[in-house]
């Protein structure tokens, strides 16, 4: 049984359909990526998993139960993170702060169990240590986007959902993002990954799908990915 279902799934922003019949699946501990040009409905599929938006039509399973009519807070107490594109810290707050808050969804965690991960996550992104104690507006973008991803850590999700992560960051620091993403993994993180970067995203996924007009056009795993002509030419820059 997968840890995440999305069985026939449609959904819309207004009158607009945004996604067609979408199914899919993430085992345990899998990464897996969900890649599509701009506009293929990527970041609609993450919202509708966390509950941001409700399915017109089919469902969502999550650890054998559906959890499309539940309310985002409902689906937050799964432990089901999403970590949105536009690095959404609190500016105000400290960045270990920030942390801190990424734990609030955890009920009985002592603020000594909450500190020591805090120290875990500065030890994961060590670019982000020396700011310990600085207000969140004060960081780069890169430094905010692994903020952003720490904070999300910080809440143990079963499964995190990661929106572009690597949207706009400098290469040097797009390749520490995924090297902590990888790490993640390796201690069996569940990621559902949407990302621009097809190379970066198959280099960590264990499998992955494309989305097209809202449609699931392909599936496989990065091999297959890598060798479909479509998936090439359209987000690998033609034949390297």
Excluded: C
Excluded at 50 to 68: K, M, R
Excluded at 122 to 150: C, K, N, Y
Excluded at 153 to 177: R, T
Excluded at 220 to 239: C, F, I, M, Q, T
């Amino acid at each position: 049984m997968p840890l995440l279902e999305l069985r026939n799934v449609s959904s819309s922003y207004g009158a607009v359909p945004v996604l067609r019949e979408v199914s899919l699946s993430v085992e345990a501990g899998e990464i897996v990526t969900l890649l599509g040009a701009n506009g293929a409905g990527k970041t609609t599929a993450l919202r509708t998993i966390s509950g941001l938006l409700h399915p017109d039509a089919g469902e969502i399973w999550f650890e054998g139960e559906p959890v499309h009519t539940l309310s985002p807070e409902q689906i937050v107490r799964r432990s089901v993170v999403h970590v949105p594109e536009g690095r959404r810290i609190f500016p105000g707050l400290t960045v270990r702060e920030n942390l801190l808050m990424g734990a609030s969804n955890r009920g009985g965690v002592s603020r000594r169990q909450m500190e020591t991960e805090a120290d875990t996550m500065f030890d994961l992104f060590p670019e982000i240590r020396a700011f310990e104690h600085s207000l969140g507006w004060t960081l780069s973008g890169g430094q905010q986007q692994m903020l952003a991803v720490a904070r999300g850590l910080m809440g143990q999700p079963k499964l995190l959902l990661l929106d572009e992560p690597s949207l706009g960051l400098a290469p040097v620091i797009v390749q520490n993002l995924f090297a902590a993403i990888r790490q993640v993994h390796q201690r069996g993180m569940t990621i559902l990954l949407v990302e621009q970067n097809a190379h970066m995203a198959l280099s960590v996924a264990s499998r992955g799908y494309v989305l097209d007009t809202g449609r699931i056009t392909v599936a496989g795993s990065p091999a297959e990915l890598k060798n479909n002509d479509e998936v090439r030419n359209a987000y690998l820059g033609g034949h390297h």
